[in-house]
């Protein structure tokens, strides 16, 4: 068996000793499916992480790349532009929900998610309101890795170390509907999740508030599906107490629900920004950005003060080999694939759903092609937490030994395939999965 350079593998636990030793090396990809070192196929569960929607390989993307590369292949974001980032944003702005007709071009997620927080700092400051800067996150968000947008995670083992980084930070409780307390009703649960923000806002000032950044399904936290009233509702407080209201759509945008952009078209709300990354190049290269509403960008522009201008200029943010992937992404995205998800989501949640006559499993959620198996230890108490929380590895261990990866996080599979699997395709990765989990309750 080849070595694998310790290097290439994440020392944390969702890839730790199992997933690691066998994930290791991916040598090419090909659709939906990747080949590891040693020449194994498997069908890639997780799309890379969240972002392969168009699939590997695809010719037409690789083509736009080379051409682009040999056109321009940089442009200083600082002095200039160029065309695929120009018409880049056209149409963004054109697909954004309501007036966020503005973007901001980034290298990726958390670059995103940093400067959607530092317009909100820049625009209250510029109106004369530099106290309003608490930034209010929830449990089990996450929302990148770098020192601010991580202290915005609600993950305990981001909230350890990073004290420092958190005092401006708030956290509301996850809207996770399979664990709110026994005999609720989801329309209870909603009233006090929207009742929770309510305080806060009570106790802290909206005064003291700049935003509220959300997930609209919160991914890597277990694709949870927030009851149906919820987001709206936090909108509107937002609106009410004048907090921006920043929709992190690093994985919900691009297809992954079946729309450009999911905050209008799946949810019906308009955000104040939307952060997106990931899926925008299906992958292939990093970009992210976040779109701006036109009040906010005014807001931007009218600080006269020559030390104040909104300076934003990551060296490689709106890259033209990056824009002109995106341009060509979307053009894949619209020309069918947004249609195929539509048409697919149905069959793809039903079948994994079926995997909850599995004992190990407590609940199988999800939306578009995204979804996630939670495993309990039992299901009267729904308990995860005397369940060996290396179970998701394993599920992962023995799914890879059948022919697919699927992303464990602690008691939970995620699994987010590339946009293009096809009905049979779904089948096969439901049935490997119903082996794998088998296999580990034996
Ligand atoms: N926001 C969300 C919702 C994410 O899922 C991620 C990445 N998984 C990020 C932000 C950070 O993105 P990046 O890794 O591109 O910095």
Request: aromatic share 6%; glycine share 10%.
């Amino acid at each position: 068996m080849a070595k694998i350079p310790s290097a290439l593998v994440q020392p944390w636990p969702s890839a730790g000793s199992i997933g690691a030793d066998r994930r290791g090396l991916l040598a090419s990809g090909e659709g939906i499916y990747v080949t590891d070192g040693h020449g194994r196929k498997l069908i890639d569960g997780p799309a890379g992480m969240w972002c392969v929607n168009v699939g590997h390989r695809n010719a037409e993307l690789a083509k736009v790349m080379q051409e682009q590369a040999l056109e321009l292949s940089y442009n200083s974001p600082w002095y200039t532009t160029s065309s695929p980032a120009d018409a880049l944003a056209d149409v963004l702005a054109d697909r954004a929900p309501g007036d966020l007709n503005h973007v901001f071009f980034t290298t990726g997620g958390s670059s995103a998610v940093e400067t959607a927080l530092r317009i909100m700092q820049f625009a209250n400051n510029v109106r004369g309101r530099p106290e309003k800067k608490l930034m209010v996150s929830r449990q089990g968000g996450y929302h990148g890795s770098t020192y601010l947008s991580a202290s915005l995670n609600g993950r305990p083992r981001d909230q350890d170390w990073m004290d420092s980084a958190t005092h401006l930070v708030r956290k509301l409780s996850s809207p996770d509907p399979f664990r709110r307390p026994e005999g609720m009703s989801i329309e209870a649960f909603e009233d006090g999740l929207v009742a929770e923000f309510a305080a806060l806002i009570e106790k802290e000032r909206a005064e003291r508030i700049g935003a509220f950044v959300a997930e609209p399904i919160q991914a890597s936290g277990g694709v949870i599906v927030p009851p149906p009233g919820y987001l709206k509702r936090m909108r509107a407080l937002c609106a009410e107490n004048d907090i921006l209201f920043i929709a992190d759509e690093v994985v919900t945008a691009f297809g992954r629900l079946g729309s450009v952009f999911a905050s209008r078209d799946v949810f019906g709300i308009e955000p104040d920004m939307i952060t997106f990354a990931k899926g925008v190049t299906s992958g292939y290269f990093p970009l992210g950005g976040v779109m701006v509403s036109a009040r906010l960008f005014e807001e931007l522009r009218r600080s006269n003060h020559p030390d104040a201008m909104f300076a934003h200029g990551l060296t490689y943010s709106s890259h033209p080999v990056g824009c002109a992937v995106a341009l060509k992404n979307l053009e894949l995205l619209e020309g069918g694939i947004l249609d195929h998800v539509n048409a697919l989501s149905g069959h793809f949640q039903t079948s994994l759903k079926s995997l909850e006559d599995l004992a190990l499993v407590g609940e199988v959620r999800g939306l578009g092609l995204m979804a996630c198996i939670e495993c309990v230890a039992d299901r009267v108490s729904n308990n995860p937490l005397t369940l060996d929380l290396e179970v998701g590895k394993r599920i992962d261990a023995h799914c890879q030994d059948l022919g697919l990866l699927v992303r464990p996080l602690i008691n939970m599979c995620v699994m987010s395939p590339p946009l293009t699997i096809t009905i049979e395709q779904v089948d096969t990765m439901v049935d490997i999965l119903r082996r794998g989990i088998s296999r580990t309750m034996d």
